[in-house]
């Protein structure tokens, strides 16, 4: 009888940055941040874009200079966040959040939430302790093209915040904002969204508006586009808030 072949293992995603400390990519904490490569969204803002775009251009990191790194960091820093581009693209992923955990990291996902299966494929395994999906517009076609790029769709991304919101895991929803391409009663109206499938959620669950940086996107059109300033951006992100948990109290 034949010996059925093993499975075979999917080669790790290439590390094309590492931040020893951030405090502000995980809410609470202070993180390593890693970053790999590839993204199937072309987000106009995206100030990663190299990453997206031209990866092969941008310097490889040995994993084994990444847990060096750590291992000098460990009692100053409290976990390792992956980013990208979009880590959920990479069939590797998986043994890669593997390899943090048995080194002792906590690990916190970056996701554009695109593939609900693969996150939920990832919380169930319990390789991540906390999540945030960047939600880039209302989740209706129109608006989540304009600030995504031609492929986006929303529906997944729907479902992944839906499958996060049944679960126990902190998460974070994050909407990046310019003038330009998300207006403030979109904005209200994805953040009343995002609540309302939140409600009556017990686990830790916040809504982040964010500022769009301008000064490198991938649509080099917004370079000469100004971002909301500081008071009115705050004004906005009040707003969202605010119908974010009213839609969670509803």
Known sequence: M????PARRQPLPEIKGFLETSFSDWP?????VVFVPGCNYRCPYCHNHRLVTAPETVPTWPLDAVFE?????RGWVDGVCVTGGEPTG???LPELLRRFRADGWAVKLDTNGSRPDVVAGLVDAGLVDAVAVDVKAPLEPIPYRRNAGPGAAPGPVARTVDRLAAGNLPVELRTTVHPDLLSRDELVRLAGDLGRRCRGRA????YTPQRCRVEDPLDPVLAGRPPLDPDAFEAWARAARAAFDA????
């Open 2 to 5: 034949d010996t059925p072949e």
């Open 28 to 32: 609470g904490r202070v993180a390593a």
């Open 69 to 73: 790194a750590l291992g000098r960091l």
């Open 90 to 92: 990479h069939p590797g």
């Open 203 to 206: 686990a830790p669950v916040r």
């Open 247 to 250: 839609g969670r109290a509803a």
